[in-house]
């Protein structure tokens, strides 16, 4: 594992943060070449960034804190070292979903438009933090005979195991081209791209917990916290596309 990308004296760049600033970097750019084809002008979208930034970083901080409160308990300062891992995706996009469908409605923006041309920049983004991840070798997986089984080397165990960050990166990747073709390829009425990932992600995540080890915090129904807040996912994604074709019975929306 690489945590440290640069140590020269008082400069030190962590990877984790490293691929973190990249994966917001990218993911607001395609936002930006996105944009004109939604008529959303880029000033919009660079004031949405600032939302996402502080939200995604603020939500994911907060539910890893909560779902792993033992470890602060005797020193709550841990809590400001995000330099050393400690993010929790589904916390992000819950703090993101949150603050965007605030701009986003306080600025009468088309919400379900809005959301589908913002929707695609999320996997781009995730993908680089699990690149980040897999450096700071945190969210590791469990042991395994597989081919794609490595060893992390700042786990006591030596042992082979899944590399579920390079899976969920994979995945990360393969979800964006899904998209994208989805919305080349298939007519589609607005708010359809955003229902698309959530359920694609919802399901992902239920299922790659079984392969991850690391504390994940308590469970409950047997559960990991991801896996009961995919089920909810589910459920939101269901609500969001009931609304969704609800508005194009009203509107008769048409494919653009």
């Known amino acids: ?12 760049i962590h990877s984790y943060g490293l691929f973190i600033s990249l994966g917001f970097t990218f993911g607001i750019l395609l936002a930006i070449m996105r944009a004109p084809r939604f008529n959303i002008e880029t000033t919009a979208v660079l004031d949405m960034a600032i939302y996402a930034i502080i939200s995604a970083i603020a939500g994911s901080r907060i539910f890893y804190v909560i779902v792993n ?13 995000l330099h ?16 965007l469908s605030y ?10 438009k809005t959301a589908d041309m913002l929707i695609t920049s999320l996997p781009l983004g995730h993908f680089f933090g699990r690149v980040g991840c897999f450096l700071n070798g945190c969210c590791y997986g469990a042991p395994t005979a597989a081919f794609t089984g490595i060893n992390f080397p700042n786990l006591k165990e030596a042992c082979f195991r899944h590399p579920t960050q390079l899976y969920e990166a994979a995945f990360c ?8 073709a989805f ?6 009425t607005d708010g359809i791209l955003f229902v698309l990932y959530i359920y694609m992600y919802s399901a992902w995540r239920f299922s790659i917990e079984f392969l991850r ?14 896996q009961n807040v995919s089920i909810a996912g589910f459920v939101f994604a269901t609500i969001v596309l009931i609304a969704v074709l609800k508005k194009k019975k009203l509107t008769g ?3 653009r």
């Open 213 to 226: 080890d690391d504390d994940r915090g308590q469970f409950l129904f047997g559960l990991s916290p991801s």
């Open 1 to 12: 594992m690489h945590p440290v990308i640069v140590n020269l004296g008082p400069l030190t």
């Open 84 to 99: 050393k891992g400690g993010l929790v995706f589904y916390g992000g996009l819950i703090g993101v979903v949150a603050a």
């Open 253 to 255: 929306d048409k494919t």
């Open 103 to 112: 701009y986003i409605i306080k600025n009468k923006l088309d919400y379900f």
């Open 69 to 81: 409160y033992h470890e602060y308990a005797g020193d709550p300062l841990k809590i400001f070292y």
């Open 173 to 180: 990747l393969t979800s964006l081209f899904i998209l994208l």
């Open 183 to 188: 919305e080349k390829f298939f007519k589609k």
